[in-house]
């Protein structure tokens, strides 16, 4: 079982930025993946980005290209997600996510999910 804890969220005008960490723990050597998700009221879950360890690429998501930056989750056990030019349409409950196999797009491919973190953004 691997364990994923969220922290950073906040409240943050529009053009802030905020950092979200998250800690794993538990047998994080089978992890294939790491990742983050968010959620808006009324909305599915979507994913930002997603970390393939084997290969050692990250993926992003199109509306968060050039603003979020993801590190860590090689070698650590932390994984960061950089925040930055935060638009109110940021605003949603963001998870740290962790998978078994392979970076789906799909919430169903993520075996592990962390409590998630408010994110706001307003001014």
């Known amino acids: 079982q691997v364990q994923l804890t969220e922290s950073g969220g906040g409240q943050v005008p529009p053009g802030g930025s905020l950092r979200l960490s998250c800690a794993a723990s538990g047998s994080i050597a089978s992890i294939y993946a790491v990742g983050w998700f968010r959620q808006a009221p009324g909305k599915g879950r979507e994913r930002l980005s997603c970390?393939?360890?084997?290969?050692?690429?990250?993926y992003y998501r199109d509306s968060v290209k050039g603003r979020f930056t993801m590190s860590g989750g090689n070698d650590k056990n932390t994984v960061y997600l950089q925040m930055n030019s935060l638009k109110p349409e940021d605003s949603a409950v963001y998870y740290c996510v962790a998978a078994d196999g392979f970076c789906s797009d799909y919430e169903t491919g993520f075996d592990y999910w962390g409590q998630g973190t408010q994110v706001t953004v307003s001014s």
């Open positions: 970390l393939d360890r084997k290969i050692g690429f990250t």
